[in-house]
């Protein structure tokens, strides 16, 4: 088997399996999973920094650069994502309860003692 098509191989399998654990986890565990990803994708924004900074030629600088604007459009986007999920989870806030207006006639209250 040639080189080539083992490599092939590999990514169709990784891109099935990841489809397969995706689609499995439970909505509970979607941010957790979705910082992880930010991460990875960090890494990769580190990479292409890397690749853009080389000067090896105009076309690796400018695939350099455009490695850099996608992996900073998917870290952006994955903590806005992450941001809007976790204010999912958070509770309003209870209203504040209307003051009892005293009874008409009662004497007024008197502050706490010390």
């Avoid at 397969?20 to 986890?25: A, G, P």
């Avoid at 439970?26 to 941010?31: E, I, K, R, V």
């Avoid at 991460?39 to 105009?58: E, F, H, P, Q, Y």
């Avoid at 952006?76 to 207006?101: H, Q, S, W, Y």
């Amino acid at each position: 088997m040639s080189l080539t098509l083992l490599q092939l191989y590999v990514f169709v399998l990784a891109g099935f399996v990841g489809f397969l654990v995706i689609t499995r986890v439970p909505p509970l565990l979607h941010t957790p999973l979705m910082s992880a990803t930010n991460a990875i994708s960090a890494i990769s924004l580190v990479g292409s920094l890397v690749a853009a900074g080389n000067d090896k030629g105009t076309v690796s600088t400018v695939l350099g650069f455009i490695a850099v604007a996608a992996a900073m459009t998917n870290v952006v986007g994955g903590f806005i994502i992450t941001d809007r999920m976790l204010k999912m989870f958070k509770r309003e806030p209870a209203p504040a309860k209307p003051a009892v207006p005293p009874a008409p006639g009662a004497p007024p209250s008197l502050p706490p003692a010390k």
